[in-house]
């Protein structure tokens, strides 16, 4: 992820009201339109998202491979001029496949759980995700990209302790912390990716399957934590029903 730091603005901020949250006109149609571009393209992602999972569901396909062909389509598809559009998009949607088919195993954990766990930490996470979004977009220009810096410095704290308890193992404590905080540093990088988006379009960048990347990433990331946190809450209380009929 990108710092934001630069994207500062000095000015003071207004407060809420509810004629910001009907208030959209800072969004010229140029933007509007790059928008629509962007979340339809996330959308289609997500179904090749979908799509990968059900390809591990059906031949148990995710693993290392698949990780590493979605991080090389990313590479890829960064690495192609703007006006391939439709290589680049064929790039994007082969990325949320193989992303799909690497989180596959972790879904088939939560379908064999209780697949209601599955349909509620995607609903969350949409529900997440579209809420966030929409308070950066009716939120006053650059408001949260400041956001930005402090989210990078969490970000690299969580991969510091990931790091360290793969080396020196970590309690179910720590694990919980890195679990919840990495949860708020996405969420948090949902809204300056946002803002960033906006930001960038209003300055002529129009690039939507780059953009469109960048939030599928952030979805899949909060996803991924809602579902592993749902899935421990089962799991636990699960062993103390069992406790009590031991008992």
């Known amino acids: 992820m990108e710092s934001f730091a630069s994207y500062v603005n000095p000015e003071s901020r207004n407060r809420w009201n509810y004629d910001s949250l009907k208030n ?11 928008l629509k571009q962007v979340y339809l393209s996330l959308l289609c992602a997500l179904v090749a998202s979908a799509a990968g999972a059900y390809l591990h569901i059906l031949w148990n396909v995710g693993g290392i491979l698949t990780t590493l062909g979605c991080i090389g389509s990313m590479v890829w598809m960064l690495s192609c001029p703007p006006y391939e559009e439709q290589k680049r998009v064929a790039l994007l949607m082969a990325a949320a496949l193989f992303e799909g088919a690497s989180i596959g195993p972790l879904i088939e954990v939560a379908i064999d759980f209780d ?6 930490a995607f609903v969350g996470c949409a529900l997440a995700f579209g809420c966030f979004s929409a308070a950066a977009m009716v939120a006053r ?3 949260y990209l400041y956001l930005g810096g402090l989210l990078s410095s969490g970000l690299s704290l969580l991969f510091w302790l990931q ?3 793969s ?3 970590g309690s179910m404590a720590l694990f919980k912390f890195e679990l919840y905080f990495g949860l708020l540093v996405f969420v948090g990088y ?3 990716d946002t803002q960033a988006i906006i930001e960038k379009a209003h300055y002529g960048d129009l690039d939507y399957v780059k953009h469109a990347l ?17 899935l421990k809450n089962a799991s ?3 062993e103390e029903r069992k406790k009590k009929r031991r008992n």
């Open 141 to 143: 220009r650059r408001e």
């Open 214 to 230: 960048t939030l599928f990433t952030d979805f899949v990331a909060v996803f991924v934590r809602i579902l592993i946190i749902m």
């Open 24 to 34: 959209f006109r800072q969004i010229s149609p140029v933007v509007q339109n790059h």
């Open 236 to 238: 636990e209380k699960e």
């Open 163 to 165: 790091f360290a308890s």
């Open 167 to 169: 080396v020196f193992g």
């Open 190 to 192: 949902i809204v300056v």
């Open 115 to 120: 697949p209601s766990i599955l349909v509620s």
